[in-house]
């Protein structure tokens, strides 16, 4: 099947079908924003979790390998906020052609409404980048997260930014209702 063509001006239809992708998982993700409290950020649901922890300076530090561990540790909330920041912040930083930043540049903002106020912020980055886009822009091959692999184009991305953003979404999600559920009402 093809595309058919784009009229001078307009985004392209490829565009058009993974900004309205990006909606949908936005507006699931948006759910569980509204929800979170700030103790669900650090909750450990295991003993085997990855988190965050004060460093000295008073920055967050993520629990982080070079090589994922067996079994893997369950991340918590604020783990998936800070992930989510990381990839993100790389992936927005490379569709708008600046430096990319370091991982460990990538600093946790903390608990409660700082990261809902942050993933919001790279929402809108995001959604920056997406708007400049042109046909051209989506064929052009991805300089992340394949590091310039021609089989993969920048349309690519966008589509691996909604499939990353939707599994990190239902983590949180599923994290915040095993929480809530464990909580005794009144």
């Known amino acids: 099947m093809t595309s058919p063509p784009d009229a001078p001006g307009t985004p392209p239809y490829e565009l058009d079908l993974l900004r309205w992708q990006f909606d949908l998982t936005w507006s699931l993700f948006e759910y569980h924003l509204e929800r979170l409290e700030p103790d ?3 909750w450990e649901p295991v003993a085997n979790c990855w988190t965050l922890r004060r460093a000295e300076d008073g920055t967050w530090v993520p629990d982080f390998a070079e090589s994922e561990p067996d079994p893997v540790p369950v ?4 783990w998936l906020s800070w992930h989510i920041g990381w990839w993100w912040s790389v992936a ?9 930043r370091e991982r460990s540049a990538v600093v946790w903002p903390g608990a409660g409404s700082p990261t809902v106020d942050w993933l919001r912020g790279l929402r809108a980055d995001w959604l920056a980048a997406l708007s400049r886009f042109t046909a051209a822009d989506l064929e052009a091959t991805a300089p992340f997260p394949w590091q310039d692999d021609p089989r993969h184009t920048v349309a690519h991305t966008v589509a691996w930014v909604n499939a990353e953003l939707m599994k990190n979404a239902a983590e949180i999600g599923q994290l915040r209702l095993q929480r809530a559920a464990d909580r005794p009402t009144d």
Do not use: E, N, V, Y
């Open 75 to 78: 991340p918590t909330i604020g």
């Open 40 to 42: 669900d950020f650090l």
């Open 92 to 100: 927005a930083d490379h569709a708008h052609g600046r430096p990319p």
